[in-house]
């Protein structure tokens, strides 16, 4: 066999005394911040140093720039080595480095992409390598551009299953432009971590796992250098450098001791100390600068598929989540930045519609909805536009994802179908009732309900139309078409399906309990009595004009009507619209465990079917009258 060109040591100097600022500069910015993580950033510092200043080809004054390698802090609480790593590139300068975690500062506890060289926020333990599992999906299969994904993880994390999730599933994609580090310093919070410093077992399970695994010890430069030339190398396979380190590495009263996590040294003579113990090594060295992307060159993927534009007739029966699929499908041949995942419930969400007329655009997650989250997080970052679907019910597993989404700022679409105990014999582990109050609850979301085939179609393209987190809720029971197909929705609107001059009362729905309140509508006219119906369509943000002014012209009575949870969903939601005005919302909701049973049973049975609500409507009129 050739053996390996020997490594030049005068790099390898130069990277030791660039890992040695990357651990002084975090101590000094800890030490000044009062917080923070310094012995965890000291563990990594060799190993930062070498893949910004050896294997990293970046344009340091392009960050967006398709070209470039891309670098994720999953061990996000190592961010003030970071920090140090992209300002010595020449990122900004070092002076900045002293206010970290500074209310004015983008420089903050754990990485956001506030700071425009950072990607994706971390900082909860288990998601880096699913978000930059995401980044190499979009750099190997659609802008088709020879460039690496680095992530830098802790051992802690390695017990997070989100971490196996993206193991496995970038095995199956062969991203081999995948390069993982784990920083096995055999110390997590409160104790020793499950394998201590055995990387071997690290090793093994991600070889396991269909990843070409070295192990190396993590403070060897030469150890590094050759292991990441060598993970230049290889083909069909991700790979995973299992590094042996010592947390506080380089300050003797602090290393591979227990009791330093998030302790930063006091400023005066301990800092000082641990300064002097560093600085005994410093040589005098050349500065290093990053790799320059230039001679790249990215082919973005052609996808000339086509899908046809459907007519809705009113009256016609279709299930909200059928037509997701075939309007998702629609907007992919419009725009080639659309791409869709799933978690193998595809021919139940009807993403399946896209993968046949985008095949190479549709990344099959199978059951990993936490990773799916993140890898389409990961693609939003590299400039897509993701749509990840599955059950609403599963979207609670990824909830720790989608609150990282908020912070990442991330492009990031979701659509929950199933929702409510209207899919039926299926029972309640299927049923989610939470999904509403859960992406209402996130930073900046946008919850869009829509109740029949032209609305549907609307959600999906408003969805995509703007940057940010998007909430679809689509439905299993057919429904029947109440717009004509040239009506316009719009995100913070509302629409009035049914008005009169003699409205008594206002019933405000979405989804099936529309098509319950229209009914309702009808049998209490009949009767003589009219009632005004509103489909809220966007849950999030809220029409609040429209609701405060229906209420008013209805003398002040207004009734939700959700397949929901009667916590935290639409009801809320109005309840919050018009409480400001002294106006009391009453509230028709799933308030009780359901079982399985007919969907029309369980309408009934949970108080949110037609005969309901006119029974509440009678009640709340004749206590007023």
Sequence with gaps: MEQPARINQDVVE?????????????????????????????????????????????????????????????KGHAAPALYAAWAEAGAFPIER????????????GHPTPRLPWVEVATGSLGQGLSCGMGMALNCKYLDQVDNRIFVLMGDGEAAEGSVWEAAELASHYKLDNLIALLDVNGLGQSQRTMYGHDTEVYRRRFEAFGWNAVSIDGHDLDAIISALDDALTVKDKPTIIVARTKKG???????????????????????????????????ETETLKMKSPEGRTAKPLADGGQSPADHYEIGQQFATREVYGAALARLGSENTAVVALDGDTKNSTYSEKFLKVHPNRFFECFIAEQNMVSAA?????????????????????????????????????????????????????????????????????????????VSTEAAVKLAASRHGIFYIRT?????????????????????????????????????????????????????????????????????????????????????????????????????????????????????????????????AAYGIDRRAIVEKVKLLLSEKA
């Excluded at 993580?37 to 190993?47: G, I, K, R, V």
């Excluded at 049914?498 to 309702?520: C, F, K, N, Q, Y």
């Excluded at 009595?529 to 209805?554: G, N, Q, Y």
């Design 249 to 283: 590495k380089g300050v003797s009263f602090i290393e591979d001791k227990d009791g330093w996590h998030g302790k930063p040294l006091k400023k005066g003579e301990e800092l000082e100390r641990a300064l002097a113990e560093i600085r005994e090594s410093d040589t």
């Design 377 to 453: 997080v990961g693609l939003g970052a590299m400039g897509k536009i993701p749509f990840a679907s599955t059950f609403a019910c599963f979207l609670t597993r990824a909830y720790d994802q989608i609150r990282m989404a908020a912070i990442s700022q991330a492009n990031l679409k979701l659509c929950g179908s199933h929702a409510g105990v209207s899919i039926g014999e299926d029972g309640p582990s299927q049923m989610a009732l939470e999904d509403l109050a859960m992406m209402r609850a996130i930073e900046g979301s946008v919850v869009l309900y829509p109740s029949d085939a």
């Design 97 to 108: 480095l002293i206010t970290l975690r500074q209310l004015t500062s983008d420089l903050e």
């Design 475 to 603: 439905t299993r029971p057919k429904s029947p078409v109440i717009y004509p197909s040239d009506e316009k929705f719009e995100i913070g609107r509302a629409k009035i399906v049914r008005r009169s001059e003699e409205d008594l009362l206002t019933i405000v729905a979405a989804g099936v309990t529309l098509v319950e309140a229209l009914a309702a509508c009808d049998e209490l006219e009949r009767e003589g009595i009219r009632v005004r119906v509103i489909d809220i369509f966007s849950v999030k943000p809220i029409d609040a004009e429209t609701l405060r002014s229906a209420a008013r012209e209805t003398g002040d009575l207004i009734i939700s009507v959700e397949d929901h949870s009667s916590e935290g969903g639409l009801g809320d939601a109005v309840a919050s619209a018009v409480s400001p005005l002294g106006i009391r919302a009453h509230k028709l909701a799933v308030s009780d465990l359901p079982r399985s049973g007919k969907p029309e049973e369980l309408l």
């Design 14 to 74: 130069s990277l030791q005394a660039t890992a040695n600022r990357i651990r002084i500069h975090s101590l000094i910015s800890t030490a000044e911040a009062g917080s923070g993580h310094p012995t965890t950033c000291m563990s990594s510092a060799e190993l930062i140093a070498a893949v910004f200043f050896h294997a990293m080809r970046y344009d340091v004054a392009n960050p967006r720039s398709p070209l470039n390698d891309r670098f994720v802090l999953s």
